[in-house]
């Protein structure tokens, strides 16, 4: 005897939708903890910053809000249509920007924690598996919005839509 236990999870748009306010939470607690422990980070990863005493926090709040902006532009490309007119499934385009930049940011996750790791020492170099952790993270919300992106371009050219016939 079998057992049958179906689980469900949440749909694909439901997900896609729940990722940016995650992502948006996470970014702005981490330059939060950043700018609160600026001097031990520049320290511990032995640079300076000549030009200003805030350009590295200044470079990477610019990052955090295109952030912000990319993902605001996956909310509206995940957020369903009810009246009718399947706006929705016309807006499949907005997530092209989410996509080109994460896939940047999780590169450059990648690359900041190998450098990390080379640089620090001893425990420290448990610091640098955090933007790998998170990179790691990135890749795998990535791999969810591509696919979001690709089942609404095949819902948009009808290819999704026609029923499978099986001759019989």
């Not at 031990?40 to 590295?56: G, I, L, Q």
């Not at 995940?78 to 896939?103: C, E, F, H, M, V």
């Not at 990648?110 to 640089?119: I, K, Q, W």
């Amino acid at each position: 005897m079998m057992c049958k236990l179906r689980i469900s999870c949440c749909s694909l748009r439901t997900g896609v939708l729940l990722l940016p306010f995650c992502l948006i939470i996470t970014e702005i607690s981490l330059i939060i903890i950043l700018w609160k422990h600026l001097y031990k980070f520049r320290e511990m990863m032995k640079y300076t910053v000549p030009a200003s005493e805030y350009t590295d926090l200044r470079l990477l709040a610019g990052f955090v809000l295109a952030d912000i902006a990319v993902n605001i532009l996956l909310i509206a490309a995940a957020n369903k249509d009810y009246s009718g007119r399947n706006l929705d499934l016309q807006r499949w385009w907005y997530s092209l920007p989410w996509i080109l930049l994460y896939g940047c940011n999780i590169i450059i996750l990648f690359g900041a924690g190998t450098v990390a790791l080379l640089r620090l020492e001893k425990l420290f170099k448990f610091f640098g598996t955090i933007p790998i952790l998170y990179g790691s993270l990135l890749m795998v919300s990535y791999i969810y919005v591509v696919f979001f992106f690709m089942e609404q371009r095949q819902k948009r050219t009808g290819v999704a839509v026609r029923p499978i016939t099986v001759p019989l």
